[in-house]
């Protein structure tokens, strides 16, 4: 374990608040937050960074339930930003996944940071009386474990056996404030930061319909022609390079406007001189 920076350091605790004895759930969820050594590494290790993690709570020493709190999301926040520094340095860590171990590590920092002003406007503060819960704690207990858990969980450090399948949804019903979460998370993609937290329940799929005309379509051809301009083009090349089939009269001049019916006289007049002098 790395130890605390030194700004972190905390002001004795206030006069009055007696030493607080951190239950065993707090120190077990406090270790579950720390990188675990390798499968085959020795005991002296574990013990090690076992070790290492109390003496940081210690340096902290929390006096109430609150302080605790803060003290473990310190020693947290620090051991997930060690450990994607240390990931983002690997030498077999691709540019991509070392910017988003990088950005992951910053926004630890200031977790971190906010953590530990928490943890020092608490410890200014007076020790309160503490409340009799009496037969409160066993009561919410038992309700909590009858409960049924929103959402269902995965079995525990595993993944689950049969992952939800997705819902799939037609391209035209994507609203604005999906497609805004669409190009959000393209952007963080290609910037290398943290995908946006997974909303609760199956994932959603924007799809085309099966006859689109985003399906049908193809590129014509012509598109990846040269355009030479269309000032230097005669009416039949124009026809012919941008398709036009229609050979029929052409519409009557009078429902042009004024400067129309000129250009459209002047066109006619510069037809008709290229027809004499080369024959197209």
């Known amino acids: 374990m790395i ?11 206030t006069p009055g608040k007696p030493p607080y004895a951190i239950p065993d759930h707090i120190l077990r969820a406090m270790l579950l937050t720390l990188a675990r050594p390798a499968a085959d590494a020795p005991e002296a290790t574990w013990t090690a960074i076992v070790e290492g993690a109390l003496k940081e709570l210690d340096t902290l020493d929390p006096r109430d ?37 990088r950005a992951s590590a910053s926004a630890l920092a200031r977790a971190l940071a906010v953590a530990a002003r928490l943890l020092k406007e608490q410890r200014g503060r007076p020790a ?42 037609w391209i035209d019903e994507l609203n604005d404030a999906d497609l805004a979460v669409a190009v959000e ?59 036009y089939t229609y050979t029929g009269p052409l519409g009557p001049i009078e429902a042009l406007s004024p400067a129309g019916q000129i250009a459209m006289l002047a066109d006619q007049a510069e037809e008709a001189a290229l027809v004499a002098e080369y024959g197209m």
């Open 185 to 243: 998370e393209d952007r963080k993609d290609k910037a290398g930061e943290p995908p946006l937290p997974a909303g609760p329940g199956p994932k959603v799929v924007y799809r085309y319909k099966p006859d689109d005309y985003a399906r049908r379509w193809k590129p014509d051809p012509r598109a990846w022609r040269v355009y030479p301009g269309w000032e230097n083009m005669t009416l039949h090349q124009r026809r012919e390079f941008f398709g």
């Open 3 to 13: 130890k605390l920076t030194p700004d972190l350091d905390l002001a004795d605790p």
């Open 65 to 101: 339930a609150m302080e605790a709190m803060f003290a473990v999301q310190i020693i947290a926040a620090n051991a997930g930003m060690v450990d994607a520094l240390r990931i983002a340095f690997e030498v077999d860590t691709d540019a991509k996944h070392a910017l988003r171990q």
């Open 128 to 169: 309160g009386e503490a409340r009799d819960w009496g037969d409160a704690v066993a009561g919410l207990a038992s309700g909590w474990r009858a409960a049924a858990p929103r959402p269902a969980e995965a079995p525990r450090g595993a993944k689950a056996a049969v992952d939800a399948e997705p819902i799939v949804r």
